[in-house]
């Protein structure tokens, strides 16, 4: 039985998978995997389907792209891919209206602290660094539902808006001087903790809990680079102030 991948190594020398036991109720999750490692890709459809999520998978960049505008709850992305890479596909996602607002959690190899900021730039989610194991995987995927649940429950009643400046919850936009940003997941959720409370210094580590997730092993600078491109998406409206020592606080 496969429950766990400690390395890729591991995952190569496990036996064949046999058909897997009856899955647990299906939670109506979809979970698209855009990855070319075949064993690493059986081990996750294996553990997926056991928790009741609904898989599909893609071997390459553009297939990746084509099964996306199927709009999956959750996006497991590789970086090193045949055909378009993964950054590019995040760009792409990023860019496109219909695909824009769907939570990806990029799985690679590249591990270097660069590579990270790189991704977060991009509009991941959330970065998990081959190898791993799938159990703190199956967490980050939960973390990003609970956190999508959160949102889709507050925004039933909310709009946030201080000195024109504002945060649609019901439409998940955002606007500056009634014109629309194009923010990033991870943009969208920093700036409404931001405007929620303006004048409070939050510290990162508060917006990374906020924006990213409780638990979510990620750089303290992956927050100054979110933050970063948000102030230039505000471009004269920015009012993002740093707090030395801290974090940051939108002006009152």
Do not use: W
């Not at 993964?86 to 590249?110: D, F, Q, W, Y």
């Not at 190898?131 to 990003?144: D, G, H, M, W």
Request: net charge neutral.
């Amino acid at each position: 039985m496969i429950s766990e991948v400690t390395s890729m190594k591991d995952v190569k020398k496990q036996a064949p998978l046999k058909a897997a036991p009856a899955p647990k109720v299906k939670n109506g999750i979809k979970v698209l995997v855009i990855e070319d490692e075949k064993a690493l890709v059986d081990a996750l459809v294996y553990n997926l389907d056991r928790e009741g999520y609904e898989v599909t998978v893609a071997h390459e960049g553009q297939d990746g792209l084509r099964k996306a505008q199927a709009i999956p709850d959750i996006i497991l992305l590789d970086i090193m891919l045949p055909g378009i890479n993964g950054i590019e596909i995040l760009r792409e996602l990023r860019g496109n209206e219909k695909t824009k607002s769907i939570p990806v959690i990029v799985v690679s190899a590249k591990s270097e602290e660069t590579d990270q900021v790189v991704g977060f730039s991009m509009g991941a989610d959330d970065y998990v660094t081959k190898p791993f194991s799938v159990k703190i995987l199956l967490q980050r995927i939960k973390a990003l539902q609970r956190r999508s649940e959160v949102s889709a429950d507050e925004s039933t009643v909310e709009l946030i808006e201080h000195k024109q400046v504002k945060v649609d919850m019901v439409r998940h936009k955002a606007f500056v001087l009634d014109q629309e940003l194009d923010l990033t997941p991870t943009e969208f959720r920093l700036l409404e903790c931001l405007l929620r409370s303006p004048g409070r210094a939050f510290s990162r580590q508060h917006l990374m809990d906020s924006a990213i997730g409780e638990g979510a092993i990620v750089l303290e600078r992956t927050i100054d680079v979110h933050i970063k491109t948000l102030r230039k998406k505000l471009g004269a409206m920015d009012m993002i102030e740093t707090v030395r020592g801290l974090g940051y606080r939108f002006k009152e």
